[in-house]
């Protein structure tokens, strides 16, 4: 529902894959894609941030359902391998929205007003924390810090020109008795 991103106050760093294993002697690696726009994000001489500096795509191809890619930095096998778990991003202009109106930056959420579908005031959304099987939003309430499933099914309405989130309270996710 939301590419990955930290925010960062003049625009997102968005997370947009994680180098796999290696594949092959010449350095290239499987990359778990986590943006939807791969061949943008992956082109020939597209830099990518890492923690540690920056990874220079040289060339990138699809294999077997999987995304090849051939990082100038990476020489061989041994430093490909070397690589593996290292999260790949980009600068994103805060300008810049998704393609997909379903989808949205993080830069765009953190700060929205976080409301119950019936209109109960629940607080504001802090941030967008991205885990594995699904991201969370982390909603600031007058008890604190609650975390809340960031699905579709719970949270039905984005309004950026409104300024407002609306989840749907399911028993025991946001307890605000």
Not at 11 to 17: A, C
Not at 71 to 91: C, I, M, S
Request: aromatic fraction near 4%.
């Amino acid at each position: 529902m939301v590419p990955t991103a930290s925010h960062d106050d003049a625009g997102d760093w968005v997370v947009v894959g994680r180098v796999g294993r290696a594949h092959g002697i010449r350095g290239d690696v499987a990359v778990d894609v986590r943006t939807d726009e791969p061949e943008r994000r992956f082109a020939d001489g597209a830099a990518l941030r890492t923690p540690t500096g920056q990874l220079t795509v040289a060339s990138s191809r699809m294999h077997s359902g999987r995304l090849l890619v051939r990082f100038e930095e990476l020489a061989d096998r041994t430093a490909a391998e070397a690589a593996r778990g290292t999260e790949l991003r980009v600068f994103v202009d805060p300008e810049e929205t998704p393609a997909d109106p379903e989808e949205f930056y993080d830069h765009q959420l953190v700060g929205l007003r976080v409301v119950t579908t019936d209109g109960a005031a629940v607080g504001e959304l802090l941030r967008v924390e991205h885990h594995g099987a699904q991201d969370l939003l982390v909603i600031g309430t007058d008890r604190g810090e609650v975390l809340f499933p960031f699905v579709s099914a719970l949270v039905p309405e984005v309004d950026l020109d409104e300024g407002r989130l609306v989840v749907d309270d399911a028993p025991g996710l946001l307890d605000l008795e």
